[in-house]
């Protein structure tokens, strides 16, 4: 909420990210979260600028562990993060989307990591999760052009889920609806499988879904949805 500057993110900014995501992450009610930019011209239009220009070397290292952290933050809700992209998403902005479950962004969206035009890289995880979402080739593109893309090419490109008209919020809220209809333990099992996962070789990986894919037989939760399914009716999904 910081539409003056377009929500750069300042360390004020990236403190009060962790905090509301510790709160969603410690109530019970929410069965996914979305991450938006107040003023709809800007998601995050990067890091603050004025702010990095000050750092030396081991203090821009420890602000870009600071900025690293948020995605630690947006794991531990333990439930799907949906960001919602109007306008910029640029350099840490950008980072911040990709760090992020899923990304709805509107047809103005723009999608960039021009921190090579300002003599930089990404500090924020840019350089290790655009690549693992859109692959080398499309990533270094992105990071050694610097320039932006529009909505419909990070579509076409993996790094937005979808593309929806009007405002990215009422996608994603519309998406978070989707997901609140599913099983709640199911979907955090889901989370931890894929993020978990893509960190292992595929045999270990294996053996994670195993272990989770055994575990949803435990609960209530599996026994509701099978039932559901067979007697032709929606499942009524109780916990978290």
């Not at 420890?62 to 900025?67: D, L, M, N, P, V």
């Not at 840490?92 to 990709?98: I, K, Q, S, V």
């Amino acid at each position: 909420n910081r539409p003056d500057k377009l929500n750069a993110l300042d360390r004020a900014t990236i403190a009060a990210l962790k905090a509301e995501l510790a709160a969603a992450a410690d109530d019970p009610a929410p069965r996914a979260v979305v991450l938006a930019g107040a003023g709809g011209k800007a998601f995050a239009a990067g890091a603050d600028i004025a702010e990095m220009a000050r750092l030396g070397p081991a203090e821009a290292e420890a602000y870009s562990r600071e900025g690293q952290a948020l995605a630690q933050a947006i794991d531990a809700v333990g439930r799907p993060v949906i960001a919602a992209v109007d306008g910029y998403a640029l350099g840490g902005g950008c980072e911040l989307a990709l760090m992020c479950h899923l990304r709805v962004a509107s047809a103005k969206a723009r999608f960039g990591q021009p921190e090579t035009k300002l003599g930089l890289i990404p500090g924020f995880g840019g350089t290790q999760r655009l690549a693992r979402l859109v692959g080398e080739g499309r990533a270094l593109e992105l990071l050694l052009v610097g320039a932006p893309i529009d909505a419909a090419r990070a579509f076409e490109i993996g790094l937005a889920n979808r593309v929806v008209e009007g405002g990215a919020l009422d996608g994603a809220l519309a998406l978070a609806d989707e997901i609140a209809a599913v099983g709640p333990e199911a979907a955090r099992a889901c989370l931890r499988a894929v993020r978990e996962g893509l960190r292992l070789p595929l045999g270990a990986g294996l053996e994670l879904e195993a272990r989770l894919f055994g575990q949803t037989f435990a609960g209530d939760e599996m026994r509701e949805g099978t039932a559901a399914f067979m007697e032709k009716r929606p499942p009524r999904f109780a916990g978290r």
